[in-house]
């Protein structure tokens, strides 16, 4: 694989792939990856649960006495059926949505700050730079999950957007210095110079010019990222500060918990199953992604 | 740069991310819909009436500017005066130093745990690489990021306690048993210990076990390796002397997030079995919504993070002299 990389390093100067091609190798190299097809398919499950779902489940997620309450799975409800009789599976579909719009907008609010910061300091350097990345540090020191708990806790109205505001204006600083990174050694680079030398604005050499240069890393972060918020609002809900109109997975384990080691294990084991696979679908597609994308940066 | 520049630059920047921190808890607390002096009727009705509430006006500086009450807070706490909890009915640093030692152990065993655990696991897989031993140690490193920690630690709770019955479910001791010795005083606390502190070492030590892994590859493949086996030193030597020296360096950094990172799971953790640490405290704080220990509290987390990523920071500095001519 290094050998292809470094040939095609070579050829850049004559020819430029264009973004097809480039899509195209990256597509190959990820199929080639076992794991990051299994992760990929994990992910496109979810997201067409999440979105599709709740049109094609048998029942009513919110519905009471569907079932014989706590009827056990493979009964009469596939996967049985919580403590006031709602089907397990109808309300896990639900869930997928709460989790997965946390997840996203969580993450589209990480991207749209950290890509901001890197990419003024990475590119105008100089003091603004010392400025922004002691921001920065200040921020990445700090400890999220209590930041949460007392957000959450003071604003007990819109528990949901406070988690995804809060946990995304806590979440950027890493992916903030990635994109600095970047941005520092490309705007040396030869192609930068030219742009600048044909009096290309700035705005554009940094949208441009870099900013497509530098979107591997951010993309392999940002996805591996989901799963964090994901966990952040689940372990929230399941501490009693979540918001208690969305049904979340955090909500169904929180709910199923007193019923653990009765007569009801599946409530609380279900939603957190889920949970599992669906980190699991990002990380492992995360993980075949940076390898597809040639991406050296660490997640955190 | 010496090391003693080096030190106090670091102490510099500590002090205005203290403040910064505190502001933002400040704010967060006080622009949040609700009162606080209202709040401690409801919770406390017997124990506050209407002198309290104008001794408490005062003391707060309520009637005052928001930005005085602020100094006025800072102010007490850099006095070491955290304040008085009327929910508990007790100063908030009392509270704190009660719950702290149990957090301490936790922490502490957690860490030893997963550090070992790590360094041996990630040497082997990265020495093996491709090996079974690899993949399986992979497969669980990604199993141990990937689930909420809550969650396994109820499939613990489920597993151990209740079906196997092997060890305790919650909580600090077994309560309403009279031991005969301290020995078995002991061995009933480490009873208890051991699913909680096991729970949340598995995600920590999943995070390790990857850097580990990666840094001893990144150590293997390098020139000095080569090096050393050109020279004819025996494997053993090359790996643990040569290679793992190097590969431990970023474990160094990263034992600096493990004190944010482990006290953020320890408020999950420690709810889920009901230890009573500063985690499960900080639930309970704030669910109860006391103010005044909720701030304390929150001051008093920040600053062993943030001494701990000083700690950190310095550590690496002394291991690796490079890292001082940034």
């Known amino acids: ?300 | 740069m010496t090391l003693v520049t080096y030190t106090i630059r670091r102490l510099i920047i500590i002090v205005p991310t203290f403040f910064l921190i505190s502001l933002i808890i400040f704010s967060l607390i006080h622009l949040a819909p609700g009162d606080p002096i209202t709040l401690m009727m409801a919770m406390n009705p017997a124990r506050v009436n209407q002198t309290v509430i104008d001794e408490l006006i005062i003391e707060y500086g309520l009637d005052q500017p928001i930005f005085v009450q602020y100094l006025i807070w800072v102010g007490k706490m850099l006095r070491g005066d955290l304040g008085y909890s009327y929910v508990w009915n007790a100063p908030v640093i009392k509270l704190i130093s009660v719950k702290t030692p149990r957090t301490l152990e936790l922490m502490i065993i957690v860490q030893v745990m997963s550090l070992i655990v790590a360094v041996i696991l990630g040497v082997v897989s990265a020495v093996k690489q491709y090996s079974l031993t690899d993949a399986l140690t992979k497969l669980g490193a990604l199993i141990g990021y990937s689930a909420p920690s809550f969650w396994l630690g109820l499939i613990g709770i489920l597993v151990f306690a209740q079906q196997l019955d092997w060890l305790p479910a919650s909580g600090l001791r077994t309560l309403g048993e009279t031991f005969p010795t301290i020995f078995h005083v002991w061995f009933d606390h480490f009873k208890h210990l051991i699913l909680p502190a096991s729970i949340l070492s598995f995600g920590w030590m999943a995070y390790l076990l990857r850097l580990v892994r990666s840094s001893m590859l990144e150590a293997l493949r390098s020139d000095y390796i080569l090096t050393a086996r050109a020279k004819g030193l025996s494997e053993r030597v090359v790996i643990y002397k040569h290679a793992l020296r190097n590969a431990l360096l970023p474990v160094v950094t990263y034992e600096g997030y493990a004190v944010g990172f482990l006290l953020g799971g320890a408020a999950v953790i420690e709810s889920v079995f009901t230890w009573p640490g500063l985690g499960s405290f900080m639930v309970e704080v704030a669910t109860k919504r006391d103010y005044s220990t909720l701030m304390g509290l929150s001051m008093i987390i920040t600053l062993m993070v943030l001494l701990s990523n000083l700690i950190a920071d310095l550590s690496y500095a002394i291991v690796d002299p490079r890292i001082r001519y940034e």
Do not use: C
């Open chain 1, 1 to 300: 694989m290094n050998q292809v990389t470094k040939s095609e390093e070579e050829t850049d100067e004559v020819y430029e792939p264009s973004a097809a091609t480039q899509l195209f190798t990256v597509w190959r190299k990820l199929k080639a990856s076992k794991l990051a097809v299994f992760g990929g398919g994990i992910v496109l499950a979810v997201i067409l649960i999440a979105i599709f779902g709740v049109f094609v489940t048998p029942y009513d997620p919110g519905e009471m006495w569907v079932h014989k309450p706590l009827s056990p799975p493979f009964s009469e409800a596939i996967l049985g059926a919580d403590q006031w009789g709602r089907d397990m599976l109808s309300l896990l579909v639900l869930g997928a949505r709460v989790s997965l719009y946390v997840g996203f907008s969580a993450v589209l609010l990480e991207a749209a700050i950290g890509l901001t910061v890197g990419m003024i300091a990475g590119y105008f350097g100089g003091l603004i730079d010392e400025v922004l990345m002691r921001i920065t540090d200040v921020v990445l020191t700090l400890p999220t999950l209590m930041l949460l708990i007392i957000a959450v806790s003071m604003f007990q109205i819109g528990g949901l957007h406070v988690i995804i505001l809060v946990s995304g204006l806590l979440g950027w600083p890493f992916l903030a210095r990635v994109v600095r990174s970047e941005f520092l050694t490309l705007k040396e680079a030869t192609f930068v110079e030219a742009a600048r030398s044909v009096g290309v604005s700035n705005w554009r050499i940094i949208t441009r010019h870099i900013l497509p240069n530098a979107m591997a890393s951010v993309i392999v972060l940002l996805t591996m990222d989901i799963p964090w918020y994901i966990f952040y609002e689940a372990s929230l809900t399941f501490l009693g500060f979540g918001d208690p109109t969305a049904a979340s997975w955090g909500i169904l384990m929180e709910k199923g918990r007193p019923f653990l080691g009765t007569e009801g294990w599946w409530i609380a084991t279900f939603p957190g199953l889920a949970i599992l696979i669906t980190s699991l679908g990002f990380n492992l597609f995360g993980d075949g992604l940076r390898d597809a994308l040639d991406v050296t940066t660490r997640a955190r």
